[in-house]
């Protein structure tokens, strides 16, 4: 079954600063990965997805990375701001379903 | 506007009833999906659905019924079987070729 982790589950981080974010899979057989982001109480928004040849893919500030030998995907936000507080999951595609992390928590404080 | 609903946005049951939470897109996407969220437990799969008429259990799927009779339309019944059902819900969706999933706003379920 596989097992996807996120760590840390809350950081916080002061406004300008690059986050990274780490997601890390037991199962290195996967279709693509996809980042979330959720506000509390709403639903998830996607944010990037990397099919399982492609090595990163990009989106304004976001740049997502996979290697899928290590079981490892990173989130970089470049100079982060107070709105992209928020919580971020990391989900793995197998097969028809998705498994989730339990998301890291992110604060950026002004 | 293309996207997914879900209505209602919150929901207060009582012990021993069914509820059902709706779920409509109108994306034209083959696949729909049910999950729940717990806090701290992230999301787990309830029952998913590849083509109308067909679905299948998640990992969760005790206490739980679907249907699939229009390609828009995956409504989720919470039945009185089901022992822990306050959590929040969420709908999605997935697109064709790429897999990308697109989610619902979600249904939060309160049971008094």
């Known amino acids: 079954k596989q097992e996807v982790t996120q760590i840390p589950a809350a950081l916080s981080v002061p406004e300008g600063e690059n986050l990274v974010l780490n997601c890390s899979f037991t199962?290195?057989?996967?279709?693509?990965l996809q980042w979330f982001r959720q506000d509390p109480g709403k639903g998830l928004t996607s944010l990037l997805l990397?099919?399982?040849?492609?090595r990163e893919q990009t989106s304004g500030r976001l740049n997502a990375s996979l290697d899928k030998s290590s079981g490892r995907s990173t989130l970089y936000i470049a100079a982060s701001q107070p709105g992209d507080s928020a919580t971020y999951l990391c989900?793995?595609?197998?097969?028809?379903?998705?498994?989730f992390g339990k998301g890291n928590q992110v604060v950026v404080i002004p | 506007d293309g996207g997914i609903t879900q209505s209602p946005k919150y929901l207060f049951r009582k012990e021993g009833q069914n509820v059902t939470l709706s779920c409509e897109q109108n994306l034209n996407h083959d696949a729909m999906y049910w999950y729940r969220q717990d806090p701290g437990q992230g999301l787990r799969l309830i029952y998913y659905s590849q083509i109308v008429n067909d679905f299948q259990k998640g990992d969760i799927a005790e206490g739980y019924s679907v249907s699939r009779e229009k390609k828009e339309s995956f409504p989720l019944t919470v039945t009185s079987a089901q022992k822990n059902p306050t959590a929040f819900y969420l709908c999605a969706s997935t697109i064709g070729g790429s897999n990308e999933q697109f989610f619902g706003p979600g249904t939060r379920l309160t049971v008094l």
């Open positions: 989900a793995v595609r197998g097969n028809n379903r998705l498994a």
């Open positions: 199962d290195s057989a996967i279709y693509n």
């Open positions: 990397i099919q399982s040849s492609q």
